[in-house]
């Protein structure tokens, strides 16, 4: 792990981006280690990996769901997680409303969009998403609470295509919030950059970073 790295990469972050510190495969340890520098957020993208770390470290740590997350594991994270980055489809939304209910939370959530020129990539297209949010069912999930959006760039070196896929989710989170969320403050993060785009992402707008590697080092 790079400490030095880790507070150069802090400087690097205006005042209105949080980090996430994207822990998945790393030990107990090192995380621990983070933690103790100041670093609050961590984010993983395997249940059984999440909910074990949840159990072994400090419960200040807030923790973030960033990866595709299947609806029958929803109810191992429901009672701790402090935000889900990538909901993908209504059906799971509906699954997190259902286990924030049994546990007597709101679950913050982001819409995960697909921008990236990838198939591998999930997420909703603008249409699809707008025909979860006009379904009479959705204004009556009460235990959820969509605070915006997140989208992953094409693993590319081509700068001007990263640009112009990080432009496309703020204008979608832009429609989105006169649309839909005008009304609603909680709803003003873009979940955007990586460990090699995260810097194009702040310039475009991003209000969430996810950076692994270059804290803990390459899987």
């Not at 249940?47 to 740590?61: A, D, F, S």
């Not at 009672?79 to 990538?86: T, W």
């Not at 009304?183 to 970073?209: C, H, N, P, Q, R």
């Amino acid at each position: 792990m790079n400490i030095e790295r880790y507070f150069s990469i802090l400087e690097t972050l205006p005042k209105n981006v949080r980090l996430v510190a994207v822990s998945k495969g790393k030990s107990i340890e090192d995380i621990n280690a983070l933690y103790e520098q100041g670093q609050q957020i961590f984010g993983e993208n395997r249940v059984q990996e999440i909910t074990k770390k949840y159990e072994l470290l400090p419960k200040e740590i807030k923790w973030h769901f960033v990866g595709h997350l299947q609806s029958n594991k929803v109810k191992y994270i429901a009672p701790f997680i402090d935000l889900i980055h990538a909901v993908d489809s209504f059906s799971l939304l509906k699954e997190i409303n259902k286990q924030a209910l049994k546990n007597n939370r709101i679950i913050p959530c982001l819409l995960q969009f697909h921008i990236a020129q990838e198939d591998t990539k999930y997420g909703f297209d603008y249409k699809s998403c707008e025909t979860m949010l006009q379904n009479p069912s959705f204004k009556t999930f009460k235990n959820i609470e969509i605070q915006g959006v997140m989208g992953m760039g094409t693993f590319t070196e081509n700068t001007v295509q990263t640009h112009q896929e990080f432009q496309t989710l703020v204008s979608i989170f832009k429609k989105l919030k006169s649309t839909y969320f005008a009304d609603d403050a909680s709803f003003k993060e873009i979940s955007m950059g990586m460990t090699d785009d995260y810097l194009i992402a702040i310039e475009e707008g991003s209000t969430i970073v996810r950076i692994g590697s270059a804290i803990f080092g390459s899987r």
